[in-house]
């Protein structure tokens, strides 16, 4: 049966699509192709549909009956969201509204959901665990919040069971080259810092140097993309054992790293001096988010593979330098 991927031409939906390829899955991907990239699902049946339209979202999935929706498109950046938040409602809620709409009238019950550590806010205790107070402090955050709260919902009216994957910083990309981040505008602290590295940018900016933590910069918990593919492929089968009801798992590397130290590793892994300068602090930036990923390991059986940031930074390297222009067009 068919596993439709939203945003699968999308950075973590493409590494996933992959993936389900591998397990011998049957892939559909829906993606505006708003962000995502023809080139990344090159051999993968694609329907260009935009969920914010409920008309023709409900007719693809009465068509395509998936087994299962893995729902990727949504937009995810945390500065843009601050300034712009009738976009992320728009793509984060409405979207997602139509969607399980399309679930429900297609009858299909399950879906994997691609959720944020941006949901804790500023939690008082590190590492996050799951139980821990949801306070988001941007709008990013808060449509993910919204979103978990729409599948307990959806659960109970219509029976649609979810694992939702609260994803710490995902970085890196395919190990053989050919799948990698590329976002237009790019936001992402690591993409930017290799920018620089390959001379696209002269510099990069820090944003906040006086966040109450051991180097005055952010500290995040950076987790490889290729990992968190791993944990759809084992949330589905958590689906698939009629384990699931409504489940949420954090997904990280348990080891937070500040900006700096980012870019350390990055001067380390390209050679390059990546020159960096002081800048003020990005509106809806939580000083430290590093996650607990023992519910993940114990209940899903997810055990993340590059836990080390110089080796996850070297994927992404080699895939940077290998396609400067990223994928080279826009779909
Ligand atoms: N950051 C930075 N300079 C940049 C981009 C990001 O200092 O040009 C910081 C940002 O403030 C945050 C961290 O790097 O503390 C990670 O940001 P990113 O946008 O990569 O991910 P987020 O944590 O916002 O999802």
């Known amino acids: 049966m068919t596993i439709l991927v939203t945003g699968g031409a999308g950075y973590i939906g493409s590494h996933t699509v992959r993936a389900l390829q591998e397990e011998g899955e049957e892939v559909v991907v829906l993606d505006d192709l708003s962000e995502g990239h023809r080139k990344a699902v090159k051999g993968t049946k694609l329907r260009k549909v935009d969920l914010k339209s409920a008309v023709r979202t409900k007719k693809a999935l009465c ?3 998936p087994e299962a929706v893995f729902h990727f498109a949504a937009s995810c950046y945390v500065g843009e969201s601050v300034t712009d938040p009738g976009k992320y409602y728009r793509q984060n809620v409405v979207a997602l509204l139509n969607l399980l709409e399309g679930m ?3 009858s299909c019950k399950r879906m994997v959901f691609s959720s944020t550590c941006a949901i804790y806010g500023e939690p008082k205790r590190i590492p996050i665990t799951e139980d821990l107070p949801k306070n988001p402090v941007n709008s990013y955050g808060r449509t993910k919040l919204h979103g978990e709260g729409m599948l307990a919902d959806y659960h109970r009216a219509h029976g649609i069971e979810s694992v939702s994957l609260r994803y710490f910083n995902a970085a890196g990309a395919h190990p053989d080259g050919s799948l990698g981040e590329d976002h237009e505008p790019e936001t992402h602290l690591i993409p930017l810092v290799l920018d620089v590295a390959l001379g696209k940018r002269k510099d990069i900016k820090i944003f906040g140097t006086d966040y109450p933590t051991r180097d005055g910069t952010c500290i995040r918990d950076y987790i490889h993309v290729m990992d968190l593919a791993r944990a759809h492929i084992l949330g589905l089968a958590c689906l698939r054992d009629g384990r699931a009801g409504v489940r949420a798992y954090n997904l990280g590397n348990e080891t937070g790293h500040s900006v700096l130290e980012v870019l350390e590793a990055a001067r380390k892994v ?6 960096a300068e002081d800048a003020p602090r990005r509106p809806g930036d939580p000083p430290k988010l590093v996650g607990s990923s023992a ?14 940031l ?8 080699n895939w940077h330098r290998n396609h400067p222009d990223g994928y080279g067009e826009t779909g």
């Open 63 to 65: 068509e395509i009956r």
């Open 270 to 275: 390209t050679g390059h001096p990546i020159p």
């Open 295 to 308: 519910l993940a390991r114990n209940e899903l059986g997810w055990q993340p593979r590059f836990g080390d």
């Open 310 to 317: 110089e080796a996850i930074l070297a994927t992404a390297w």
């Open 104 to 106: 429900a009238a297609a």
